[in-house]
């Protein structure tokens, strides 16, 4: 996974200003959104391990709405630009920069995972390990949000995103993956954005099983 994602932390490397000025609203343009990650941490909660942590949390604005909504969340992005970002943000909060498929969180420790558009940019080839590496950090009974672009074809569509590549899915491809890798989904989101690109936003809700 080396190669796109040096490409990849570059890139936000590059924006991290203009990136956290567009985005670091705390979601109040965009209610979908903001209700999913608000059902994703009453889960949460409801499973007595409030632990989560907000992957490729950017500047950490997601992981200060968790906190805010009773978590003990912390934020882990592979770009070191966006995790100085956070920190000056956020300075209560703690921010770590990290691979996705190489979380330095022990097995089961958590109870949530958010990854809020964070997955976008890996192909299609490598997510599987990447959803692999979720599903281990995760505690029985824990739960992973996943938001992403949708389309309505029947193949991943790659389409260049404003900071680099980046690929939307069918939903239902997407929610076999989340199954193959051991989780179970049992929500999903849909709407349409309003985009100029023509995908759906798209938002899947999924649970380890209890052992």
Not at 26 to 44: D, K, Q, Y
Not at 149 to 175: I, L, N, Q
Not at 181 to 194: K, N
Request: net charge negative; hydrophobic share 45%.
């Amino acid at each position: 996974m080396t190669g796109y994602q040096d490409g990849t932390r570059a890139a936000y490397d590059d924006v991290v200003e203009l990136y956290a000025s567009r985005f670091a609203d705390r979601l109040e343009t965009h209610p979908f959104s903001r209700n999913m990650i608000g059902t994703f941490a009453e889960l949460v909660r409801a499973t007595g391990n409030p632990r989560a942590a907000d992957v490729g949390c950017g500047p950490g604005h997601l992981t200060a709405m968790l906190h805010e909504l009773g978590l003990d969340a912390f934020g882990l992005d592979l770009s070191p630009g966006m995790v100085a970002h956070a920190r000056g943000a956020h300075p209560t909060l703690r921010f770590d920069e990290a691979r996705m498929e190489a979380l330095p969180v022990a097995d089961g420790a958590l109870g949530g995972v958010l990854a809020h558009y964070s997955m976008i940019h890996t192909p299609p080839g490598d997510l599987p390990a990447l959803l692999a590496e979720q599903v281990r950090v995760l505690a029985p009974g824990g739960l992973l949000l996943v938001s992403l672009f949708g389309t309505e074809g029947p193949e991943p569509v790659r389409f260049d995103h404003k900071v680099t590549p980046a690929y939307s899915w069918p939903v239902d491809r997407f929610a076999d993956l989340l199954t193959d890798a051991g989780l179970t989904p049992f929500a999903r989101l849909l709407h349409d954005p309003a985009s100029e690109r023509g995908f759906l936003d798209a938002h899947v809700l999924a649970r380890r099983p209890e052992a």
